[in-house]
C-alpha cells in the first residue's frame, strides 16, 4: 500500500516563510511526478507547482518567484520552499504524486494560514 504525508503547514505572517514537506511510504517517490495543489474554502482544488522524475519543474503564475519545490530521494521526500507569503496563499496544501497516467495517489492534506 502507498500513502503520501504532508507536514510542515502552520500560521504565519505575511511575508513570512514555511516548508512543506511530502514523505512517501510504500514506493519510490523518485520515478513519480510529484505536484502540490491547494485549496481554499469554496474554491476548487487548484495547481500550484510539480517537479517530474527527470527533474523538470513546473510553477502556477501565482507563486513563481516566491514558491521552490525540490526533492530529496534519500529522505523518499519533496519539499515545498514558501518565501514572501501573501493571505491570498491560505488553504490546504495537498501532495500528489502521480506514477502514471490515472495512476497516482494524494496525501491528507496539511493547513497553511498566512495571517496577522
Known amino acids: 500500500q502507498v500513502q503520501l504525508v504532508e507536514e510542515g503547514g502552520g500560521l504565519v505572517q505575511p511575508g513570512g516563510s514555511l516548508r512543506l514537506s511530502c514523505s512517501a511510504a510504500?514506493?519510490?517517490?523518485?520515478?513519480?511526478?510529484v505536484g502540490w495543489y491547494r485549496q481554499a474554502p469554496g474554491k476548487e482544488r487548484e495547481f500550484v507547482v510539480s517537479?517530474?522524475?527527470?527533474?523538470?519543474?513546473d510553477y502556477a503564475d501565482s507563486v513563481k518567484g516566491r514558491f521552490t519545490i525540490s526533492r530529496d530521494n534519500a529522505e523518499n521526500a519533496v519539499f515545498l520552499q514558501m518565501n514572501s507569503l501573501k493571505p491570498e496563499d491560505t488553504a490546504v496544501y495537498y501532495c500528489?504524486?502521480?506514477?502514471?497516467?490515472?495512476?497516482?495517489?494524494w496525501g491528507q492534506g496539511t493547513q497553511v494560514t498566512v495571517a496577522r
Open positions: 500528489n504524486a502521480r506514477f502514471s497516467v490515472d495512476f497516482d495517489f
Open positions: 517537479i517530474a522524475d527527470t527533474g523538470t519543474t
Open positions: 510504500g514506493t519510490r517517490i523518485s520515478r513519480a511526478t
